[in-house]
């Protein structure tokens, strides 16, 4: 069973282009998540999604940034107008359906942005 | 809110040394505990979890023991080997019975020495 996977891992960008990067849950998993990690810091929480449905973007800053998870395909985190401050690991989770909560979060190696 | 508070590395030890890093949250209820560890240029990996009071988590050596009373889920490895190296993350998800919103601490970055 293969495991969360991310892609690109490493993304380099320019300031005002556009960052896509790309999660594919574990199999059988319907939750993804979406975490950023600035140098030195640890993980904060952006959002939360099922298929086709964002349940929580209380993390994600209200411009530049969108996220989706469609029925088809993978999970996408989607950075307009990249600036130097974007630079950052963001790491996807997923976690299979939830029975009464609590399900682990099983997490992707992360795709590493630098805006140059 | 909720928040995690561990101590800050980096924490450097010789190998067959013991290891304590420490780990507080705040938070209502019973939340469920991790400890994550990253290794150099991957993902965060589940190492352990406890999800109620005096549960005590384990793995590879590794233990915590969910304190409710001192809100502590301190990580312990009687004897660190160097491939132990790697920055390890404390962490909840709240007692909400729904989704989980991870919080996490900064991380603590371990270097074992031969």
């Known amino acids: 069973n293969a495991g969360v996977m991310q892609n690109p891992r490493h993304l380099v960008r320019r300031r005002g282009q556009e960052a896509r990067l790309r999660c594919s849950p574990m199999k059988g998993h319907s939750h993804v998540y979406w975490y950023r990690q600035l140098p030195e810091e640890g993980l904060k929480f952006m959002v939360y999604?099922?298929?086709?449905?964002?349940?929580?973007e209380s993390g994600m800053p209200k411009e530049r940034f969108s996220a989706e998870f469609p029925k088809e395909g993978p999970s996408i985190l989607r950075i307009q107008q990249v600036v130097r401050g974007d630079s950052a690991a963001y790491f996807c989770?997923?976690?299979?359906?939830?029975?009464?909560?609590?399900?682990?979060?099983?997490f992707g190696p992360g795709t590493r942005l630098l805006v140059l | 809110g909720d928040s995690v508070t561990q101590m800050e590395g980096p924490v450097t030890l010789s190998e067959e040394a013991f290891l304590t890093i420490n780990c507080t949250y705040t938070?209502?209820?019973?939340?469920?505990l991790f400890w994550y560890v990253q290794y150099p240029g991957e993902g965060l990996q589940l190492l352990l979890k406890a999800t109620k009071a005096d549960d005590k988590g384990s793995n590879k050596g590794f233990e915590a023991t969910y304190r409710k009373e001192t809100t502590s889920f301190h990580l312990e490895k009687g004897s660190v080997q160097v491939s132990d190296s790697a920055v390890y993350f404390c962490?909840?998800?709240?007692?909400?019975?729904?989704?989980?919103?991870?919080?996490f601490g900064i991380g603590t970055k371990l270097q074992v020495i031969p």
């Open positions: 938070a209502t209820g019973y939340p469920s």
């Open positions: 962490a909840l998800s709240p007692d909400s019975g729904g989704y989980q919103k991870v919080t």
């Open positions: 999604l099922q298929k086709e449905n964002i349940i929580d």
């Open positions: 989770a997923s976690s299979p359906e939830l029975a009464g909560g609590r399900e682990t979060q099983y």
